[in-house]
């Protein structure tokens, strides 16, 4: 399981690491071409895609992943049932979205969002097949198909913004890259529907995924209620530069963390029933993750404003701010990001359901009063969700595995020591430039953060580096 858990791993880190790369260079060129106002456009339109991208797939992907007994009527029912809700989905998308316009004053919107509706229809054909390829595993299917998809749409969307058409390019981009993506799945995949639906079949499927359907779209809404507030409030140009804090921190999210997304659920599913093998699995989870995230994201807060300059220009100086909350933010996000999983996996969905209304109704609370100190407002009350629903998740999961709290927190103490260590040499050399923001200072800082956080923790903490050495030596067994 463990040799299992690193190589699926790994693929679904190449498959993070292809598609954001790609996405990453575009999101750069992009933020550089298209003014504030056009990018924030497109991030509210994005979060309504978000909203029916996840009705199109009703949990069904769960379901199919956690299913131990899975039958052909079960994949042809989901697939038509996906493709059902896409076709409604996308007759809905274009009769509301001219009152959406109205409603934001915003006369684009309407066009950005009819063009959009073609998301939810080829997000529907590809639920069914893309649930299959993360049940056995193949990452490596998955890592071509998204990175191939996103480096054709990158290309579609660059090229549409150097011919000067604005918010479209990142319509462009978008459904270009799903597109893609969606005809090199069919390619590769194993399994065709038939031309059959079972009632039976369906409601043994959405029985548990209504739960995660729930779940899904509470999150969602609690999770962009913030841009769709803003958006109402002050206008799209300040959505565009609260996108782009999030969106460069979600570049460094992605690198860090979400190559183990797609393997933590089936992962967990099969050892549900042994509590003992997913306190360890909870264990070593934390123990990597610490090691990787806290000086990923602390790092990253020193540098923003170095970063934005050099990456996207002085115009977006607005997200400095916003984008270091978010930076401290994510050390706690992202070292739970798989609690929540982990209580579906251990066959909790319901209790799940309950913790995400939970955050949804605290994070909507909080932003209504931080909206009224604009972006860094929002930023704030974002930050205090992470922290708090931290402590809530591993308080639900402790009571259902049974692990020492004080020694899992403890894995983080000696990654802690050497990020702060880090930390203070990055600021001492930031002085010494005199708060110079050009590439070489930047690039010096880096690698000099980089090199102080390696030599104390090889130090502090050698035998916890030589275990994960010694694991990745083992995937060439």
């Not at 040799?3 to 750069?28: C, D, K, M, N």
């Not at 009527?73 to 998308?93: E, P, Q, R, Y």
């Not at 479209?168 to 038939?194: C, N, S």
């Not at 203070?424 to 430039?433: F, G, M, N, P, T």
Request: hydrophobic share 55%; proline share 3%.
């Amino acid at each position: 399981m463990k040799r299992t858990a690193l190589l699926t791993g790994l693929w679904s880190i190449g498959e993070s690491w292809g598609v954001r790369i790609v996405s990453a260079v575009v999101f750069l060129l992009l933020a550089r071409l298209i003014e504030p106002a056009a990018i924030g456009l497109a991030a509210l339109a994005q979060v309504y895609l978000v909203v029916v991208q996840t009705l199109c797939d009703q949990g069904i992907t769960t379901a199919l992943i956690q299913r131990e007994n899975l039958e052909e009527g079960h994949k042809d029912s989901a697939f038509w049932a996906n493709f059902a809700v896409g076709v409604i989905l996308m007759a809905l998308t274009i009769l509301f979205a001219g009152p959406l316009a109205d409603l934001y004053g915003e006369p684009r919107l309407a066009s950005v969002l009819r063009w959009y509706s073609l998301a939810p229809l080829l997000a529907s054909m590809s639920v069914v097949q893309a649930a299959l390829a993360r049940r056995e595993l193949r990452n490596r299917a998955l890592a071509l198909r998204q990175t191939a998809g996103s480096l054709v749409g990158g290309l579609v969307g660059v090229g549409m913004a150097f011919a000067g058409m604005g918010v479209f390019a990142l319509v462009g981009q978008g459904l270009v890259t799903q597109a893609i993506a969606v005809v090199i799945l069919w390619k590769i995949a194993d399994w065709r529907p038939r031309f059959a639906f079972s009632r039976r079949h369906f409601m043994d499927l959405f029985g548990f995924s209504f739960n995660v359907l729930a779940t899904d779209i509470i999150g969602i809404i609690g999770a962009h209620a913030d841009r769709l507030l803003l958006g109402y409030f002050f206008g799209a140009a300040d959505v565009g530069y609260y996108s782009v804090a999030q969106r460069l921190i979600s570049i460094v999210a992605d690198f860090v963390g979400n190559g183990t997304y797609g393997t933590v659920l089936p992962l967990f599913s099969r050892i549900k029933n042994d509590k003992a093998r997913v306190a360890r699995g909870l264990r070593t989870a934390q123990s990597t993750l610490t090691m990787i995230v806290i000086p990923a994201f602390v790092g990253l807060a020193v540098i923003t404003p170095s970063l934005l300059w050099v990456g996207l220009g002085e115009r977006w100086d607005p997200s400095i701010l916003p984008a270091q909350i978010f930076a401290f933010a994510s050390i706690a996000s992202w070292l739970g990001f798989y609690f929540g999983h982990v209580i579906t996996a251990l066959g909790h969905p319901v209790v799940r359901l309950g913790v995400v209304f939970a955050r949804s109704l605290t994070h909507v609370a909080l932003i209504l009063v931080g909206v009224r100190y604009g972006i860094a407002g929002l930023a704030l009350a974002d930050a205090a969700t992470q922290i708090i629903f931290y402590g809530v998740e591993l308080t639900v999961l402790r009571r259902m595995v049974q692990f020492s709290v004080p020694s899992y927190l403890g894995e983080a103490l000696k990654p802690g020591l050497a990020t702060a260590a880090m930390a203070a040499a990055v600021v001492y050399l930031e002085r010494y430039y005199g708060g110079d923001r050009s590439l070489l200072p930047l690039a010096t800082e880096v690698v000099l953060g980089m090199a102080v956080y390696g030599a104390v923790l090889l130090a502090f903490a050698r035998m916890r580096v030589r275990q994960l050495v010694d694991l990745a030596w083992q995937l060439k067994g």
